[in-house]
């Protein structure tokens, strides 16, 4: 990314501040017409990518003085021109649509030549500003699907259509809602825009320390204390976040050190990190941004979504901290030494307090109150940064300087949050109006259907292994959107209830960023910690095997999910529960004491046999684990057990 100096900092600056109080005045005072507000934060977005993101990394930093080099690649403080023509482009193709609104709305059915143009330039743009901003797969995606749509006369058989015209297609995604202005475009500027900012703010303001601080605080104290730490950081960090990467990058620079250091090696340290940071979209209040899709799609409050969320969340990261435990205890891996933990009042220092609860409490009352999750995120915000101002404050010049920290914050979540989120959001639209303009969602619908036939639980398997490759090669938001558009349909049609379908696939959209080949949670994981990929990715795997299969558990079971009977959500629970920690101490070869392959093998199939609720299996279950801590405790013990972390799990 660039560093803008001179006039173009001040233009980028602009730019940022217009972006942002758009942002914050839609968010309180409502949201304009979808096509006003698309066009202008799509404007603005595509002014940043261009400014701030170069179209080489590698030759930017070659920094030659020649003019093409100067005309293509520009300079580490300046755009290149071709840039330059971009940013004034992507204001006349959506300064147009912004200007005609009303008749777009109205979709009148003709077209001027120029406008097909207009339509084109700017679906070109988009593809150069995805791939710069989060790299080839998304565009690739969209082209593939522009191909398919116009070729499909070509396929044959099952998957063939009449194919349409190009002038067809560009006028449907330019002079119609339901191309680049369609719901993802209007969600992400409406509604997930203000929370790209909110996270930014809240790390600026202190509460990510705070979080570090409390993970520190509790997590140190139990058995692989590094590793708790690092689980429970990126449960927090995660409802700041929502992604992957972003969590890994942020916590693991502390945690993946800390880890190595008091004796784990790489490969574990970093399968932690991966493992717990994936599982940061899922945690409510502030999830991934796919939840927020999720709830625009089934039509209910965000706040549904975040309820039903919270018993696989805490599922997700009991695994994760059991699988922590058991491994610490095979390996001799101890609690936090006393001089590397923070004391009381520094953890439950009161600024730190009210920093944390201050914002965090207005979000989720305003949530409970079933008002709209843009507002809920747009008063925490000004809180946030209303309580940072005037906290312990004792001059001007304090005031200044924690001003200037807002004001990178803010800065920050424009350029690398909202204007990245705005660029893929319209480029997946792309897509998912491609989808639906060819009827693939229909076709995959039938042809997932002729496979299973009347098995729910075969297109589960089928609709698990599609949303994984999607998760694997494309960030989460991205997998799960085209996830839901083109199988959400299928599960509904074989009466799975609209919330745990859509939840199955956002989970799995969550699992592809710990699962090969492309992992890219353990791929930078891999940077801080070293040690082999593949290996770390299997141990990822491994930590949250439970959770790979929790996602079948809550589709027959809704119960997970927060519906039905508190007796019946408790009981579930519990038996979920009960189930994952008894497949870690099966996966990680310990309970009472290391165990051999006999008991490990009657706690694995315990402890899967617990996550089919039922009378029956539970009771077959709790026979089978009991039977292997009853031969624990008759065995002899070994004398020694060697810490060899390289030891497959």
Same mark, same amino acid.
């Given at each position: 990314?660039?560093?803008?100096?001179?006039?173009?900092?001040?233009?980028?600056?602009?730019?940022?501040?217009?972006?942002?109080?758009?942002?914050?005045? +839609?968010?309180?005072?409502?949201?304009?017409?979808?096509?006003?507000?698309?066009?202008?934060?799509?404007?603005?977005?595509?002014?940043?990518?261009?400014?701030?993101?170069?179209?080489?990394?590698?030759?930017?930093?070659?920094?030659?003085?020649?003019? *093409?080099?100067?005309?293509? *690649?520009?300079?580490?403080?300046?755009?290149?021109?071709?840039?330059?023509?971009?940013?004034?482009?992507?204001?006349?193709?959506?300064?147009?649509?912004?200007?005609?609104?009303?008749?777009?709305?109205?979709?009148?059915?003709?077209?001027?030549?120029? /406008?097909?143009?207009?339509?084109?330039?700017?679906?070109?743009?988009?593809?150069?500003?995805?791939?710069?901003?989060?790299?080839?797969?998304?565009?690739?995606?969209?082209i593939l699907f522009l191909l398919y749509a116009l070729f499909g006369d070509f396929i044959p058989g099952f998957f063939g259509h009449p194919g349409f015209?190009?002038? /067809?297609?560009?006028?449907?995604?330019?002079?119609?809602?339901?191309?680049?202005?369609?719901?993802?475009?209007?969600?992400?500027?409406?509604?997930?825009?203000?929370?790209?900012?909110?996270?930014?703010?809240?790390?600026?303001?202190?509460?990510?320390?705070?979080?570090?601080?409390?993970?520190?605080?509790?997590?140190?104290?139990?058995?692989?204390?590094?590793?708790?730490?690092?689980?429970?950081?990126?449960?927090?960090?995660?409802?700041?976040?929502?992604?992957?990467?972003?969590?890994?990058? +942020?916590?693991?620079?502390?945690?993946?050190? +800390?880890?190595?250091?008091?004796?784990?090696?790489?490969?574990?340290?970093?399968?932690? /990190?991966?493992?717990?940071?994936?599982?940061?979209?899922? $945690?409510?209040?502030?999830? =991934?941004?796919?939840?927020?899709? $999720?709830?625009?799609?089934? =039509?209910?409050?965000?706040?549904?979504?975040?309820?039903?969320?919270?018993?696989?969340?805490?599922?997700?990261?009991?695994?994760?901290?059991?699988?922590?435990?058991?491994?610490?205890?095979?390996?001799?891996?101890?609690?936090?030494?006393? /001089?590397?933990?923070?004391?009381?009042?520094?953890?439950?220092?009161?600024?730190?307090?009210?920093?944390?609860?201050?914002?965090?409490?207005?979000?989720?009352?305003?949530?409970?109150?079933?008002?709209?999750?843009?507002?809920?995120?747009?008063?925490?915000?000004?809180?946030?940064?209303?309580?940072?101002?005037?906290?312990?404050?004792?001059?001007?010049?304090?005031?200044?300087?924690?001003? !200037?920290?807002?004001?990178?914050?803010?800065?920050?979540?424009?350029?690398?949050?909202?204007?990245?989120?705005m660029v893929m959001a319209v480029c997946v639209q792309m897509a998912v109006s491609l989808v639906s303009l060819t009827g693939l969602a229909v076709k995959?619908?039938?042809?997932?259907?002729?496979?299973?036939?009347?098995?729910?639980?075969?297109?589960?398997?089928?609709?698990?292994?599609?949303?994984?490759?999607?998760?694997?090669? $494309?960030?989460?938001?991205?997998?799960?959107?085209?996830?839901?558009?083109?199988?959400?349909?299928?599960?509904?049609?074989?009466?799975?209830?609209?919330?745990?379908?859509?939840?199955?696939?956002?989970?799995?959209?969550?699992?592809?960023?710990?699962?090969?080949?492309?992992?890219?949670?353990?791929?930078?994981?891999?940077?801080?910690?070293?040690?082999? *990929?593949?290996?770390?990715?299997?141990?990822?795997?491994?930590?949250?095997?439970?959770?790979?299969?929790?996602?079948? +558990?809550?589709?027959?079971?809704?119960?997970?999910?927060?519906?039905?009977?508190?007796?019946?959500?408790?009981?579930?629970?519990?038996?979920?529960?009960?189930?994952?920690?008894?497949?870690?101490?099966?996966?990680?070869?310990?309970?009472?004491?290391?165990?051999?392959?006999?008991? !490990?093998?009657?706690?694995?199939? =315990?402890?899967?046999?617990?996550?089919?609720?039922?009378?029956?299996?539970?009771?077959?279950?709790?026979?089978?684990?009991?039977?292997a801590y009853i031969s624990q405790r008759l065995r002899r013990p070994n004398l020694v057990a060697r810490p060899d972390l390289e030891e497959r799990p």
């Amino acid at each position: 990314m660039r560093e803008l100096s001179g006039f173009w900092k001040f233009i980028g600056i602009f730019f940022v501040s217009i972006l942002v109080a758009a942002t914050i005045y +839609t968010s309180l005072a409502g949201a304009w017409h979808p096509v006003i507000q698309g066009s202008i934060f799509l404007s603005f977005a595509f002014a940043l990518v261009f400014l701030y993101f170069p179209l080489s990394k590698s030759r930017l930093k070659a920094q030659s003085s020649s003019f *093409w080099e100067t005309v293509l *690649w520009g300079r580490k403080n300046s755009p290149a021109g071709l840039d330059i023509v971009m940013m004034i482009a992507s204001f006349i193709v959506c300064g147009y649509v912004l200007w005609n609104w009303e008749e777009i709305t109205r979709q009148r059915w003709m077209y001027q030549p120029y /406008e097909l143009v207009f339509s084109a330039f700017l679906g070109i743009m988009l593809l150069e500003a995805t791939r710069r901003t989060t790299g080839k797969i998304i565009p690739i995606m969209a082209i593939l699907f522009l191909l398919y749509a116009l070729f499909g006369d070509f396929i044959p058989g099952f998957f063939g259509h009449p194919g349409f015209p190009l002038r /067809e297609i560009l006028y449907h995604f330019y002079m119609m809602t339901e191309g680049y202005w369609g719901l993802l475009t209007d969600l992400t500027c409406r509604v997930i825009a203000i929370f790209l900012l909110l996270g930014p703010v809240l790390f600026a303001t202190g509460v990510g320390d705070t979080f570090m601080n409390l993970a520190r605080y509790f997590g140190g104290r139990i058995s692989g204390g590094a590793g708790q730490i690092a689980v429970i950081s990126s449960a927090c960090f995660g409802t700041l976040s929502g992604s992957a990467v972003a969590n890994v990058a +942020t916590t693991g620079t502390f945690t993946i050190p +800390t880890m190595k250091k008091l004796g784990y090696k790489p490969e574990l340290a970093g399968a932690i /990190e991966a493992s717990a940071s994936s599982g940061g979209q899922i $945690m409510p209040p502030i999830m =991934g941004v796919g939840a927020f899709v $999720m709830a625009e799609m089934l =039509g209910i409050p965000y706040l549904y979504v975040c309820v039903a969320a919270i018993i696989p969340a805490l599922i997700y990261f009991f695994g994760v901290g059991a699988g922590v435990f058991f491994s610490a205890k095979k390996y001799g891996l101890g609690k936090v030494p006393a /001089e590397l933990m923070p004391k009381t009042r520094e953890v439950f220092d009161p600024a730190a307090m009210v920093n944390l609860f201050i914002p965090i409490g207005i979000l989720l009352y305003i949530l409970i109150l079933l008002l709209p999750a843009q507002l809920a995120a747009a008063f925490a915000l000004i809180a946030a940064m209303g309580t940072f101002l005037i906290s312990r404050i004792y001059s001007p010049k304090q005031i200044w300087g924690r001003t !200037r920290i807002l004001a990178r914050a803010l800065s920050s979540g424009a350029i690398t949050a909202l204007a990245t989120l705005m660029v893929m959001a319209v480029c997946v639209q792309m897509a998912v109006s491609l989808v639906s303009l060819t009827g693939l969602a229909v076709k995959m619908s039938e042809a997932i259907l002729s496979l299973a036939g009347v098995n729910v639980l075969l297109a589960l398997f089928f609709t698990m292994v599609i949303i994984m490759i999607l998760g694997m090669g $494309m960030p989460t938001t991205a997998a799960y959107i085209i996830g839901a558009a083109v199988l959400g349909s299928t599960l509904i049609g074989l009466e799975v209830k609209g919330l745990p379908a859509h939840m199955f696939i956002f989970y799995y959209s969550v699992l592809g960023n710990i699962s090969p080949p492309v992992c890219v949670a353990v791929y930078t994981a891999v940077t801080i910690s070293g040690g082999n *990929w593949l290996r770390m990715a299997v141990i990822a795997m491994s930590l949250c095997l439970g959770s790979y299969l929790i996602p079948f +558990t809550f589709v027959y079971y809704p119960a997970l999910l927060m519906q039905g009977e508190p007796l019946k959500i408790i009981s579930t629970t519990l038996t979920a529960l009960t189930g994952v920690l008894f497949l870690s101490a099966g996966i990680f070869g310990y309970f009472a004491r290391p165990t051999n392959i006999f008991e !490990r093998l009657l706690f694995i199939a =315990g402890g899967l046999l617990l996550f089919k609720p039922g009378l029956t299996t539970d009771l077959v279950g709790a026979t089978l684990i009991a039977s292997a801590y009853i031969s624990q405790r008759l065995r002899r013990p070994n004398l020694v057990a060697r810490p060899d972390l390289e030891e497959r799990p």
